[in-house]
């Protein structure tokens, strides 16, 4: 079973930066893509950006420019970078990486890292 824990996040003044990172453990055999989500009260979780084995990114549209995402395989982290930030940035921001583990596919999320802007 591969676990992710969440680090970083908290509350930051509109123009702000943060920096939320995301590790994973477990006997992990290989690591294809590993992103970040977020989701705001009463809203559907959206995909925030996203990077594959080939370092390949996207990002939705209301980030780019302004976040980052970055791994290191060696550690089998994943980190996004947020600055500029704004208020409507506000949400629970979770990791999710996909990949092959010692009993198979696996496709595990984190519990989750609260992100506050204040305005």
């Known amino acids: 079973q591969v676990q992710l824990v969440e680090s970083g996040g908290g509350l930051v003044q509109a123009g702000g930066s943060l920096r939320v990172s995301c590790a994973a453990s477990?006997?992990?055999?290989?690591?294809?893509?590993m992103g970040w989500h977020r989701r705001v009260p009463g809203k559907q979780r959206e995909l925030v950006a996203t990077i594959t084995s080939g370092d390949n990114t996207i990002y939705a549209d209301s980030v780019k420019g302004r976040f980052t995402i970055s791994r290191d395989n060696r550690k089998n982290t994943v980190n996004l970078q947020m600055n500029s930030l704004k208020p409507e940035d506000t949400a629970v921001y979770f990791c999710?990486?996909?990949?092959?583990?010692?009993?198979?596919?696996?496709?595990?999320w984190g519990q989750g890292t609260q992100v506050t802007v204040s305005s």
């Open positions: 477990g006997i992990i055999l290989s690591i294809n893509a």
């Open positions: 999710n990486v996909a990949g092959k583990g010692l009993r198979g596919p696996f496709d595990s």
